[in-house]
């Protein structure tokens, strides 16, 4: 059974720094995309960072360039999604996402599976 599972997620100030994991059961990801979303309450969900497994390549929102980071574990069946300089307004719920490609898809439809989401809030 495929499975992703989420973690990493918490309260952290303005400025701060959290550490998202995306942990996959059930398959391997060298065939995969890894996508990170996001949904704030009464927003649509937006795409945030995208990994491609089978060629490492990366692409991430224009909102979160230089400040968020997708990579993929040294043991090989976890997603990370490192963000720094967090700010108030990317309070939401991130949800890692994946679909058998070797090219990245952006909308958040394409995704065959995802996990159950883990909420990250940014506040003083």
């Known amino acids: 059974q495929i499975q992703l599972v989420e973690s990493g997620g918490g309260l952290v100030q303005p400025g701060g720094s959290l550490r998202l994991s995306c942990a996959a059961s059930g398959f391997t990801l060298d065939t995969y995309v890894i996508a990170w979303f996001r949904q704030a309450p009464g927003k649509e969900r937006g795409g945030v960072s995208f990994l491609s497994l089978s060629d490492g390549q990366t692409s991430d929102g224009d909102s979160v360039k230089g400040r968020f980071t997708v990579s993929r574990g040294s043991g090989k069946d976890t997603v990370y999604l490192q963000m720094n300089s967090l700010k108030p307004g990317e309070t939401a719920v991130y949800y890692c996402?994946?679909?058998?490609?070797?090219?990245?898809?952006?909308?958040?439809?394409?995704?065959?599976?995802w996990g159950q989401g883990t909420q990250v809030t940014v506040s003083t």
């Open positions: 996402a994946a679909i058998v490609s070797s090219v990245i898809h952006f909308p958040g439809g394409a995704y065959d599976y």
